[in-house]
């Protein structure tokens, strides 16, 4: 077991250098300079590549060679460095894996058409790995382009929703987190040649990994160890975030305690010394351990859908699924 | 001749009805309706729908019917009103058709997410008309979509820069205005079963049936009728904008009106009352002819281009050149 894990970490970590080097060399010598140093600028900032990671594994598993998917896998990690460009200018964010956002750094039109010409080359490197999949393989990658325009469209409504179920919360974070997973998984199986079965089986994989990893940043935000997090502890309630832990409160909590969450809808937020008072009534109302299991039941029904697969294609996507339930950033 | 303008000018009429109507269905009942209400305010404005009608008549030039091609007509439409939503953004635009633009009448964040919105329905649009020729008309749409992106990006480098050649004016219309022609014309040829002879050929067609498109529009901008025009007239001038003739009158001019034309890149624009003298200033350094030869040597390439096909096919070509030569709006 242990061995497993240090060979699929290393498989990892030789996969997430080629994966770089494909995004660094895929803007150089564009023209011009003004769209493509930006774009530049943030496709080499430090990523996962957990999209790619998927996108390799899940051809892999079908039989195919990583060597047939790397323009793909580079294509999902553009797709993705576009909606983070886009949505850092709607959030009005000013840092991004620790370095200035793009907006920032240059200004909101240079983010703005720089976030479309991240789309439009990831449609060329997709097509790169194309041949008569075309239409399934663009298919895919398309509905998940149009999921995430909707999960952060639903994402936006919250902000001024009085309330927000589980329900709509896990249908929101499908579309603007696992929808993107499903889809990596979708392309790594259809170009790696798998067969209708196996493709749904790891796009189902995808997805609900996808859900899981959400809750599970949803719940680093408040209990994570801030040094090894990077980020201050408890930003989504500063910024009055309907994440999980915040809906499954205030569908606990009663009275006083019920009073004490609906301000930080009403007043849009907290201040950052109120974090560890709305730590403690999350402590209290049970909702850091309902988030660990929804965890868990998630990466469950993802470790589930693969059966399909013999037990040695399944060990990395187990280890992956574990490594992710475990990260602390 | 002019039953044949009445005769095509009727399908010109009919297949607008057409595309409307295809645009107007394809965003409804979609959720969330915040995504996909402003994207239907964007979609129902009054177009020309000439994007459309290139796919249309390339198809049908190839032997292919209407009714293939509608879904990669609409496609295209939703990819210039996409271009059309975040380049009012950068231009803070306020009017767009005699409509507030999108970022006007909702938000910037609005505007950016249901552009990028667009797009992603642009594509699923595209896919459903196409089968084994998917990889070939996905890439010439992506290679539009790339194209569009980099012209844009060069238009606002203009802005900046001290000089520009009418060789790099031309360029850069490439790049923004002509490579979507380009495309319509090649996506409407190939999904109709052209060869590679006649695919070309119609690229070449709205390639060079685009720069010419453009040229005229920067000449409209000075010499059309207020009233018809339905805009200012000198707009370009006002904003500082480096059209053609501007460009041109710059190359021509010595001494005096240099000196007045550069005022028009120190004071980044003009103002309005400043227009008719600037109007005159072309004139006399004939900047407004230049463009007119200009126009009609494009025109002529464009058409020159099809001779590939016979005189009955390439009838409605020449009546579309006409008319936008023509067009005083």
Redesign the interface.
């Known amino acids: 077991m242990k061995n497993n894990n240090r060979k699929f970490t290393q498989i990892y970590q030789k996969q997430k250098i080629k994966i770089d080097i494909i995004l660094e060399k895929s803007l150089q010598g564009r023209?011009?300079a003004?769209?493509y140093e930006p774009g530049s600028y943030i496709l080499h900032s430090e990523g996962k590549r957990l999209r790619p990671l998927l996108v390799l594994l899940s051809a892999q598993a079908v039989g195919g060679q990583f060597k047939n998917v790397y323009n793909a896998a580079a294509a999902v990690e553009m797709l993705h460095n576009f909606t983070l460009v886009?949505d850092d200018?709607?959030d009005n964010a000013d840092k991004r894996r620790g370095r200035l956002t793009l907006h920032k750094k240059y200004d909101?039109?240079t983010a703005?058409?720089v976030?479309?010409?991240l789309?439009?080359?990831a449609?060329?490197y997709l097509?790169k790995d194309?041949?008569?999949n075309?239409?399934e393989v663009?298919?895919a990658f398309?509905?998940g382009?149009?999921d995430v325009?909707?999960g952060?469209?639903?994402d936006?409504?919250f902000e001024l929703k009085e309330s927000v179920s589980i329900k709509e919360y896990i249908f929101m974070i499908t579309k603007k987190t696992a929808a993107m997973a499903e889809m990596c998984c979708k392309i790594g199986a259809t170009i790696g040649g798998g067969n209708r079965t196996k493709i749904n089986a790891l796009s189902k994989y995808g997805k609900n990994l996808g859900i899981a990893f959400q809750i599970h940043d949803d719940l680093l935000d408040i209990s994570a160890d801030e040094k090894e997090f990077g980020k201050t502890i408890g930003g989504d309630l500063v910024e009055g975030k309907k994440t999980y832990l915040f809906i499954k409160a205030l569908e606990n909590a009663r009275g006083k305690d019920r009073k004490y969450l609906s301000k930080v809808i009403e007043n849009k937020g907290i201040r950052k010394n109120q974090v560890k008072n709305y730590k403690l009534l999350y402590e209290k109302l049970g909702v850091l351990n309902s988030a660990k299991k929804e965890i868990k039941e998630y990466t469950n029904q993802a470790l589930d859908s693969l059966k399909v697969f013999n037990i040695e294609q399944r060990k990395i996507f187990y280890w992956l699924a574990d490594a992710l339930i475990k990260r602390t950033r």
Chains 1, 2 share one sequence.
């Open positions: 023209k011009p003004s769209l886009h200018i709607m909101s039109n703005i058409l976030g479309d010409s789309l439009s080359v449609y060329e097509l194309c041949n008569g075309a239409k663009l298919s398309t509905k382009l149009v325009c909707e952060q469209s639903m936006t409504d």
